[in-house]
Structures are given as structure tokens and as C-alpha cells.
């Protein structure tokens, strides 16, 4: 048996006839930018993320980027972030000339620890942005609390989270925007590039439109100096068709964690935990071993997928140094780094293949 660590084919046969037909239709119409599909998308995820606005973007990088150009954050700000996530984050805080600084994670969730946060809080900080890590949610409530105490934005980076809850709450609901990506290994995927900002805030909401589309604020008048960075129709018509299924999908993925978890209850490997607070989404399952390289090696010579996020991270990172200069010491982070393995996680997983992993495991233990 093979058993890839996330099976996009699997998922795309039981909608293949409705992606094709509304690929279809996007064509016939040849309303290929900010039509029907997207102002209905934005919508539709607005309300799922229960915001009032939504808008729709190129990729969860460009979400990123464009939050912090719309709040005014550049050179010479501080950005905080958590050093334990995908590059994407920090490249969003370079992007627009400001500088990361890190604050390190907590070992159970993986999320950036609000109890060091504070301390990191200088002069020159305006933004937090936490990151919703493997589909867990970050403790968000001691983390507004601080930023509103020092006058900072809070940005979730929600790319890993949809359909993720904090104390009953939607993530993309929690901050003051929220950056989405729908990458097609995402909860909720597209078979492209696509990404979306969810806010309550309307002026926000309004600067991401205008500069995702060249600064336009009417035809052929810019106001401001934008990007080409909007959500095309056909991938909007794609996430139509996917969106329904996120809950469902969702549900089945808690399942298979706690299938896992089960079973891998007796052996030396940490589990992914679930905070009280939290309703994890598990877009990773991700175990902890002190002898991951030899597991992972283990799991190659037996055919089975698997993911090494994040094997190093972001403050170690050399086009990270190259602006911050002698990165800090963040032990948490940089021990996960060594000890974190990601087991085969996709809705469509079966019950055989998924016991296939867990004997592979298991006997690795036993080894
Ligand atoms: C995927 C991801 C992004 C970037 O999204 P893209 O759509 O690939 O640009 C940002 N942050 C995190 C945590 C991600 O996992």
C-alpha cells in the first residue's frame, strides 16, 4: 500500500462534473474578473466566517501583504509574529519594509505564546499577527488584550484554520481582519492561487479593494498606488462548489485525528493537543519525536507521505536574518522544529489506509 500525506485527486473525483461545468460557464461568459462568482464568494465566506465583509484576493500572501499596506504598517514599523510558520508570513512583514520580530511559540498548540508577547512590545511595534498553526486556533482573547492596551492591529493569518474556532468564536472573526489563503492543499482549496481578507471594518474592507485592483476608486481614476491582486472568477466559481463540503470535510479530519490519537495513545510520540477553548480543524496532524529523522525514514521505506512543518524556523531563516541581523534564541520553536512529523491527513483518507499508517508507526516504536 502508498499513502500520500494529502491525496488532492481524492478529493477532486466526487466534484469533478461541477468544477467542470462551472469552469464551463466562466468561459461561455467570458466575465473573467470581479463577476458574479467572486461578489457571490465573498459573501458566502463572510457569512461563514459570520464578518460583514469579505474580500477576495490573489493568494493568502497577497492577503497579507495588502492588510498591512491598507493599515498604513511599513519601514521602520515592527511587526510581531511567530517564528513557527509557513514563510509566507514574514515575507508579507518584509514586503512592505517593516521588520518581524518573534515571539516564541507555545509547545502545546504550536501558536505564538501571549504570555511572552508583552515583552516584546516596543515603540516601534504596530501589528501582532498570530498565526491559527495546523488548524489549531492561537489563544487570541490575551492577545488582543495586549494589543489594544499598546494601540497594535491584530491580524490573524487564518490560512491553515477554516472553519477553526475559538471559544465558540469563527476564526476570521477575532482580530481586526484576518488573512485567508485557499492554496489547494488548504481545509478549503482552490485548483489555482486564491485568497481573501475577512473584516468587520469597513475601511479596511474598502482599501483592499481598491488595492487589489491598481488603487482604482472609480473608472480609470487611482488614488492610490495598487497591485494586480484580485480573485479570478474561475477559481471563485471552484471555492462555490467547495465551501459547502468545509464542514463536513472538517468533521471527518476530527475523526481521523481521533482515530489516531487512539491509537497512538501508548506510544513515545507526543499528540497534537486540543485546547479547551478550542475547535481544531487539524489541517496537519502533526505528532512530536525525539527520533523524527529515523521516523520519518521509516515511514519512506514504507511508502507512506508524510510533512516536516516546519523543519526550520523563520528567525533561522536566511533572507529573515539578512533583516532582523542575530536572530534571537526561541527554544521552543527550534526544538519543534527537530521533533515535528506530519501523518497522512486528507478527508479522504480510508479507515485501511490510515490503520496501514498506524501499524507503520507503531512498529517503528517497537523497533
Ligand atoms: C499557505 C499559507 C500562507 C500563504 O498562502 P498562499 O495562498 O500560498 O500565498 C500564509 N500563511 C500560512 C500560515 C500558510 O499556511
Known amino acids: 500500500m502508498k499513502v500520500p500525506v494529502c491525496d488532492l485527486k481524492a478529493g477532486y473525483a466526487p466534484i469533478r462534473d461541477e468544477v467542470l461545468k462551472a469552469i464551463g460557464e466562466c468561459l461561455e461568459g467570458m466575465q473573467l474578473f470581479l463577476g458574479p462568482n467572486v461578489q457571490a464568494f465573498e459573501t458566502e465566506w463572510a457569512d461563514y466566517c459570520r464578518v460583514s465583509q469579505c474580500v477576495g484576493l490573489a493568494s493568502g500572501t497577497d492577503a497579507l501583504v495588502l492588510l498591512l ?173 467547495r465551501l459547502p463540503l468545509l464542514d463536513e470535510y472538517n468533521s471527518r479530519r476530527r475523526e481521523i485525528a481521533a482515530r489516531y490519537n487512539e491509537a497512538l495513545s501508548d506510544t513515545s510520540l507526543i499528540l497534537p493537543s486540543e485546547a479547551s477553548w478550542a475547535k481544531h480543524v487539524y489541517h496537519l496532524y502533526v505528532v512530536r519525536s525525539t527520533r523524527r529523522n529515523a521516523l520519518a525514514e521509516h515511514l519512506t521505506e514504507r511508502e507512506i507521505g508524510f510533512s516536516l512543518h516546519y523543519r526550520c524556523p523563520c528567525h533561522l531563516q536566511p533572507a529573515v536574518t539578512e533583516l532582523t541581523g542575530k536572530p534571537p534564541s526561541l527554544p521552543v520553536a527550534e526544538s519543534a522544529a527537530e521533533q515535528v512529523l506530519g501523518l497522512p491527513m486528507y478527508p479522504q483518507l480510508t479507515d485501511e489506509q490510515q490503520d496501514y499508517v498506524i501499524e507503520a508507526v507503531r512498529a517503528f516504536e517497537q523497533a
Open 69 to 241: 499596506k491598507a493599515c498604513g504598517v511599513g519601514r521602520g514599523d515592527e511587526v510581531i509574529t511567530s517564528p513557527f510558520t509557513f514563510f509566507a508570513t514574514v515575507e508579507a512583514i518584509g514586503h512592505v519594509g517593516a521588520t518581524p520580530v518573534f515571539v516564541d511559540i507555545d509547545p502545546q498548540t504550536y501558536c505564538l505564546n501571549p504570555s511572552l508577547l508583552e515583552a516584546a512590545v516596543t515603540a516601534r511595534t504596530r501589528a501582532v499577527i498570530p498565526v491559527h498553526l495546523y488548524g489549531h486556533p492561537a489563544e487570541m482573547d490575551p492577545i488582543n488584550a495586549i494589543a489594544r492596551r499598546h494601540g497594535l492591529r491584530v491580524f490573524e493569518d487564518a490560512a491553515q484554520a477554516h472553519g477553526a474556532e475559538y471559544e465558540g468564536r469563527r476564526i476570521g472573526s477575532l482580530a481586526d481582519a484576518a488573512a485567508f489563503s485557499f492554496y489547494f492543499t488548504k481545509n478549503l482549496g482552490t485548483y489555482g492561487e486564491a485568497g481573501a481578507v475577512t473584516t468587520d471594518d469597513e475601511g479596511i474592507a474598502q482599501a483592499l479593494r481598491e488595492l487589489r485592483n491598481h488603487g482604482e476608486t472609480s473608472k480609470y481614476v487611482h488614488d492610490r498606488i495598487g497591485y494586480n491582486n484580485r480573485l479570478d472568477e474561475i477559481q471563485a466559481a471552484i471555492l462555490r462548489i
